[in-house]
């Protein structure tokens, strides 16, 4: 289940992380990577907890909870404070076909997040860099994604996915894991498409009775599942 979620940060937003991360200092991708991704991983990010990706974190978290679309796709219990990336062409950055790490604990917390949901949330303008598609594969095939700066894709945690090198310019963007209130992914995905024929039927015919039937059978299913 891969849903794009459009418009997650305003331009201004997007400006923002820019210019924090023109001037900030990047480190080595391959500081959270687990055995296998740390042999496939060429990047640089932000370290994690600097106060830079703390701001930035921080902004992307409070939009995020004000994301009807994002909190119906995922279902979130817990999310893992985001990370940021780059892909330069200068040094064919890329990163090789890898599942992210099943588990990952906040730092300075504890805190063990289980990570149902991926998210990449785009901050470079897809004419700003050649290369840098986020492929991920999943029981349909491989899928290719280059998104305006702002948007963001949520896939399964459990798709094998790798980000093709840059060949040209420099690719920026947001990555974080996601702890959901339903693990099972066809559950979710099935929640998911529930709640949007519901939003369409209302839209069409609110006083239809079965608004409220299939409104009750979402929270109930909902209750059934949550963990
Ligand atoms: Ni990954």
């Given at each position: 289940m891969l849903v794009h979620i459009p418009g997650v940060l305003t331009a201004e937003q997007v400006g923002r992380c820019r210019e924090v991360m023109a001037r900030t200092d990047w480190v080595d991708g391959?500081?959270?990577?687990?055995h296998q991704s740390a042999q496939v991983k060429r990047n640089l990010q932000l370290p994690e907890g600097s106060p830079d990706a703390r701001e930035l974190g921080d902004m992307i978290l409070a939009a995020l909870g004000r994301n009807p679309l994002f909190m119906s796709a995922v279902l979130p219990k817990r999310i893992f404070p985001p990370l940021f990336n780059r892909y330069d062409a200068e040094g064919e950055m890329g990163f090789g076909s890898h599942v992210d790490n099943a588990i990952r604990t906040i730092p300075g917390t504890g805190e063990r997040v289980r990570t149902d949901v991926s998210s990449t949330l785009f901050?470079?303008?897809?004419?700003?860099?050649?290369g840098g598609e986020l492929v991920i594969e999943d029981t349909y095939g491989a899928h290719s994604v280059k998104l305006p700066a702002g948007d963001m894709i949520v896939y399964p945690g459990t798709s094998l996915h790798h980000v093709t090198k840059v060949t040209r310019g420099s690719r920026v963007a947001s990555f974080f894991w996601t702890e959901s209130m339903v693990a099972d992914v066809t559950r979710r995905s099935m929640m998911f498409d529930l709640d949007m024929s519901i939003i369409r039927l209302t839209a069409d015919h609110?006083?239809?009775?079965s608004v409220m039937t299939l409104t009750s059978l979402y929270h109930n299913l909902l209750r059934q599942w949550v963990i």
């Open positions: 391959r500081v959270t990577a687990g901050l470079s303008a897809p004419d700003e860099y050649d609110p006083e239809h009775p």
